[in-house]
């Protein structure tokens, strides 16, 4: 996570539009693959943040199979970070912490998606709902956070930073973490062939 720290603040220090958009891909309880793009909200040394709604199809998903991969595409910088991990919810207290600091109009659209990857006969259904709650918690009232909405936490066992070269000759090293428990917190490291 110290690497990681490293290369966060040189991308996010470059303007870069949205360093901290990842690709988290999930395991479906078919088994198959699914990835999308989620924004980091936090790390430290015990991992990456992210929230959504528990009921989405990936709140699902991490149900069944709690574990996950994640790309950071920093292609202008020619640099990627990718991180294997398992993962668990947040806590109460930090999801409401982090809900309360949301803009009004994220905090109504959480409740909008109470159902989210679920079909909707159209946009005028999810606008209709919008203005209902808006007016249902007015200016002057906290909107509450909804109990199926909240974060994870990614615990990396697996990180590899690949730095991009004209000549193909790209520079990739990875760390494992020793025993696949974050508890150790023993790490190997290993360059990887182009």
């Given at each position: 996570?110290?690497?990681?720290?490293?290369?966060?603040?040189?991308?996010?220090?470059?303007?870069l539009?949205?360093?901290?958009?990842?690709?988290?891909?999930?395991?479906?309880?078919?088994?198959?693959?699914?990835g999308?793009?989620?924004?980091?909200?936090?790390?430290?040394?015990?991992?990456l943040?992210f929230?959504t709604n528990?009921?989405?199809?990936?709140?699902?998903?991490?149900?069944?199979?709690?574990?996950?991969?994640?790309?950071?595409?920093?292609?202008?910088?020619a640099?990627?970070?990718?991180?294997?991990?398992?993962v668990?919810?947040?806590?109460?207290?930090?999801?409401?912490r982090?809900?309360?600091?949301?803009?009004?109009?994220?905090q109504i659209?959480?409740?909008?998606?109470?159902?989210q990857?679920s079909?909707?006969?159209?946009?005028?259904?999810?606008?209709?709902?919008?203005?209902r709650?808006?007016?249902?918690w007015?200016?002057?009232?906290?909107?509450?956070?909804?109990?199926?909405?909240?974060?994870?936490?990614v615990?990396?066992?697996?990180m590899?930073?690949?730095?991009?070269?004209?000549?193909?000759?790209?520079d990739?090293?990875?760390?494992?973490l020793?025993?696949?428990?974050?508890?150790?917190?023993?790490?190997?490291?290993?360059r990887?062939?182009?």
């Open positions: 996570m110290e690497q990681f720290h490293i290369w966060f603040s040189q991308v996010h220090g470059s303007g539009a949205e360093p901290n958009a990842m690709i988290l891909s999930t395991v479906e309880p078919s088994g198959a693959p699914r999308r793009t989620v924004l980091m909200k936090g790390y430290d040394s015990s991992g943040r929230f528990y009921r989405s199809r990936k709140g699902r998903a991490l149900d069944v199979e709690p574990r996950v991969s994640v790309v950071f595409p920093w292609h202008q910088m640099r990627q970070v990718m991180i294997m991990g398992g668990e919810r947040l806590d109460d207290e930090e999801n409401d982090y809900f309360r600091s949301r803009p009004r109009g994220s659209g959480a409740w909008v998606s109470e159902q990857s079909p909707v006969r159209g946009r005028a259904e999810l606008d209709e709902r919008y203005e709650l808006s007016r249902a007015p200016e002057d009232v906290e909107v509450p956070r909804p109990a199926y909405w909240g974060g994870y936490r615990h990396p066992v697996e590899e930073f690949w730095r991009g070269s004209p000549d193909r000759m790209h990739r090293f990875r760390y494992v020793v025993g696949g428990e974050p508890a150790d917190g023993t790490w190997e490291v290993e990887l062939s182009p």
